[in-house]
């Protein structure tokens, strides 16, 4: 419809807009799974095992910085130093730096170019050894939401998320803040009848 309205502002259509009764499609967005503690233990379990250790490496990084698959497996040694990491290939051509902890900096390699070979399929064959079913057309991105959803249910600001995450738009950064049905339980103990023993106090002014 803004399509057709905007041509006819400017004078290049001057007919019945076609799409004028045409009603709004719902957008449903898709199913994100991100894994729980025991399930994080499962898959770099499996990982650690497996024949191609820069999988690990590689999952390593996105869990812990919630950075996307490819964003990780293209890093060369010029975007790593002590406690950041420097994202340059990125979704929105942005780079942007993510602190790491001194561990994951000890672990990884230190070439000059490119630190990783291009290893998902290896990721993907490591969590169907597993027990962890995701769904339907998600592979590695549960490490990035699972990252987004620990951070959020950790306590973490939206707004720094948003920055780590590389989002222009807030509104990207909200499809990540999803909790567990678990937390949802908080709406019983922190609603503010909560300390009031589920009671209205009936005292007027």
Known sequence: ?????????????????PLLDLRALKYKQPEMGFLKPDEIGLVFEELKKGRNYDAYL????????????????????SQLMPGRVTFIHTKGNKRRSVPISEDLYNELPKNSGRLFSNCIKSFKMAINRTAVRLPKGQSTHVLRHTFASHFMMNGGNILVLQQILGHASITDTMKYAHFSPAHLEDAIRLNPLANNGGKVSDHEN
């Open 1 to 17: 419809n803004a399509l057709f309205n905007e041509l006819k502002r400017l004078g290049e259509w001057n007919y019945i807009n």
């Open 58 to 77: 590689i999952s390593k990084i996105c869990i812990s910085t919630g950075c996307r698959w490819g964003e990780a497996e293209t890093l060369t040694g």
